[in-house]
């Protein structure tokens, strides 16, 4: 960082008095703060990492106070980022700031393979931390699972079951899925049944696995009653309280079976709860036109039931279905899994959390693995007008909002101007989300804001960096 920019940063602190996501401020008028263990991991485990600055005094109402010595702050930082595994680097920068000096660490994101970055002295479990919005909180028992788990390859789909037998899965399932295993794998031609069934995840040690009764058996949710999918219809556009006037459920069910039994009865049950609008088309033919594009429902119920995180921290946690006024909200338990982040979603190859099960539905239902079927959601949305799918992935859960087309076209209504009202002062991504009641800060910039700044309506602090996490914007 320049040292224009730390003192243009310091003075949108102190003008707007509040800490980021991004950002941590630490009172070091007297000394160095003692403890910033929580801070230098939260922010190494972040995406982006963050900066911490020193030298303002948040309960003197984010006044800048100074440090005590420049130098000696540093030092004593990088003492307590080498306590740190993986050891942290900062990158420190020192300006003046009202005659006082004030000194920025930027913190960078370590390497995935060296996630959880953690406090030495607390040990893994006690001393990972993440950043959730201003505040540092340690990491769930799970959170930690989830890295180690990618580092070191660990399927959880091949667990087998102890209290099941082969028997418990569907014969004539399986006979199904074997003889069209060898009909696209020649290889496999000549092995035997059982060899087959080891090879593809769905038996170890003549036990059933977690794939292999999720897949194949007669009723997987005699073992794990919770692997399952629970829908429903809720009047209005939040499920609000228990109990409140005006908001309730139109239809809840739960649906069980296999993957893809799973697969069939949340997809019927979207489609008995969307409207279906009647449509002439240019030959005269009249054709039903539901709300949301059946592909793309298909493909993200898909998605969750294969992506979903299927560890023991985990099948007690089913899969979520909430259809509301304005949206269809579908989140399942496990965040985005390995080196994918949001932006990536349908543009790179991705790792996949449960390669086996991937594989066996491929097979058997013609799924396509590489690029999660995000591709085809996006497009067959476009196809239908309507906005591009949101995605959200946040402390092990990924969640997928579908905006109904006249929704979109509602907070288009007179949102442009409110937009152009509210950035008078400049305003944050999450500022400009919050606002309008979006949970995706990224959707709504690209949505609304984008087309603003082409048309010359709205611009950027700093349009040299559009992606910088210090960005805002006014009109």
Known sequence: MLEEELVQLVKRITSEKCEKQHIEIKKAEGGTPLKLYDTLSSFSNQIGGGIIIFGIDEDSGYKVTGVYDAN????????????????????????????????????????????????????????????????????????????????????????????????????????????????????????????????????????????????????PQEFFPQLSVTAMVVQGKDIGELGNEGERFVDNKRIEGTIPQMLDGTLAFVRRNMKMKTIITEDGVRADKPEYPVKAVREIILNSLIHRDYSMHTDRSPIRLVMYEDRLELE???????????????????????????????????????????????????????????????????????????????????????????????RSREELAGRFGFEAPTYFIKTYIQPLIEDG???????????????????
């Open 72 to 219: 000696d702050l540093q030092k004593k930082v990088m003492e307590q980022s080498l306590q740190m595994e993986t050891a942290v680097r900062p990158l420190f920068t020192v300006a003046r700031i009202e005659n006082k000096m004030i000194v920025s660490a930027e913190i960078s994101e370590c390497d995935i393979y060296n996630k959880p970055c953690f406090y030495k002295g607390a040990g893994r479990l006690r001393g990972s931390y993440i950043r959730v919005g201003d505040s540092d909180q340690h990491m769930t028992e799970y959170e930690i699972y989830s890295y180690e788990a990618f580092k070191r390859r660990i399927h959880d789909e091949l667990r087998t079951v102890d209290r099941a037998k082969i028997e418990n899965l569907s014969k004539d399932n399986v006979t199904e899925y074997l003889i069209k295993l060898r009909r696209q794998k020649q290889n496999l031609v000549n092995l035997d049944d059982g060899r087959l069934l080891e090879t593809q995840g769905i038996c170890q040690e003549g036990l059933p696995t977690l794939a292999g009764l999720m897949l194949f058996g007669e009723y």
């Open 332 to 426: 399942n338990p496990g965040g985005l899994y390995g080196r994918i982040t949001i932006d990536d979603l349908g543009k790179v190859s991705a790792d996949t959390r449960n390669p086996y099960t991937a594989g066996a539905l491929e097979i058997m239902i013609d799924t396509e693995n590489r690029f999660s079927g995000i591709p085809t959601v996006r497009a067959e949305l476009k196809k239908a007008g309507m906005p591009d799918p949101v995605f959200i992935d946040r402390r092990g859960i990924f969640k997928v909002i579908l905006y109904k087309k006249t929704a979109a076209e509602s907070k288009d209504v007179n949102m442009e101007q409110e937009i152009l009202d509210f950035c008078i002062i400049p």
């Open 457 to 475: 309506k709205v611009k950027m602090t700093l349009p040299d960096k559009p992606k910088s996490k210090f960005q805002k914007y006014y009109s």
